[in-house]
């Protein structure tokens, strides 16, 4: 069997100010459907042990993740050697239900941009709030990041996870990278 | 630069985030419309410079259409609201009517 690639083969971008990385191949699942009904909440469970998360949160258990992307969608984020097995308990969970879901592994890129001025990276280029009493670790938030669409959340405090499709992940790398170049960190979230 | 709440994700951004997608609560003639129907619907637009209904989309968010009222000469929203209706809410009308006095009459 093939081995998987990530888009960028875990590129590095290190500078004081931040750090990008390309992570991955990390396992992503999309799923569509009433987030409010029982079968829906009920796969979620049996496949992942995650609960639906608060609207716009991105909640965590046991290594996987599940964020909420939209009132009828949610993104499983799981190790990549797990989709396989998660579709199944997933599809099968959901037999009778309408409701969808896919494997979207291949068709992301992730990155992890930390250091001291990653939230000041971010604000550069997406137009959020990232004030730390605004944007807080758990949020998830979709959005754009410079022209591309992108969504990110704070696993934890003074760290991203961002996730943009794979063929604009050379673009968001470069963007980013550029957002923390030496010298350019503004101060504006100093506390 | 106009300020947008979606009302499916609760997010409040700048417009680049979203998309205009033109004017709402209109009525969309297709197949088996007449010539008539069809110019009207492609072409005969009032555009007045003030009260605008649209839809709009939250292209690089939740990805959902919903509807807008905002004044396009002074770029003030008045409010967004569901894509699931013909018509504006009443509240909503009547606080453009407070605003905007006589506005029906140019729209
Ligand atoms: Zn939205």
């Known amino acids: ?191 | 630069m106009l300020i947008v709440s979606c009302p499916n994700c609760g997010i409040t951004a700048e417009e680049t985030e979203f998309h205009a997608h033109g004017e709402a609560h209109i009525t969309r003639h297709t197949v088996g419309s007449s010539d008539d129907q069809m110019e009207t619907y492609l072409f005969m637009r009032k555009n007045p410079k003030g009260v605008h209904f649209e839809r709009w989309r939250h292209q690089n968010g939740c990805g959902k259409w919903f509807h807008m009222a905002r004044d396009t000469m002074t770029l003030e929203v008045f409010g967004t609201y569901s894509a699931q209706t013909y018509n504006p809410p009443k509240d909503l009308l009547a606080e453009i009517d407070a605003k905007r006095p006589g506005w029906r009459d140019v729209s």
Not at chain 1, 56 to 62: E, G, K, L
Not at chain 1, 150 to 174: G, K, L, N, T
């Open chain 1, 1 to 191: 069997m093939s081995d998987p690639v990530s888009a960028l083969k875990n590129a590095t971008y290190v500078a004081d100010i931040a750090e990008i990385k390309e992570v991955g191949p990390v396992g992503m699942i999309t799923l569509r459907g009433d987030l409010a009904s029982k079968p829906v909440q009920k796969a979620c469970m049996t496949a992942a042990g995650l609960k639906i998360p608060q609207q716009r949160h991105c909640f965590t258990q046991d290594g996987n993740s599940i964020a909420w992307m939209s009132p009828d969608e949610v993104l499983i984020i799981c190790a990549y050697d797990d989709v396989a097995a998660m579709l199944g308990k997933l599809n099968n969970a959901l037999k009778g239900s309408h409701a969808l879901a896919a494997n979207v592994s291949d068709a992301r890129a992730v990155f992890d941009v930390s250091g001291p001025s990653a939230r000041e990276v971010m604000a550069k280029l997406a137009p959020v709030d990232l004030d730390p009493s605004q944007f807080t670790a758990g949020m998830f938030r979709r959005t754009r990041i410079a022209q591309v669409p992108a969504a990110f959340w704070m696993p934890q405090e003074d760290m991203f996870r961002v996730i943009c499709f794979r063929s604009v992940a050379q673009y968001v790398f470069d963007v980013l990278g550029v957002a923390a170049q030496p010298g350019s960190e503004v101060g504006v979230f100093r506390r």
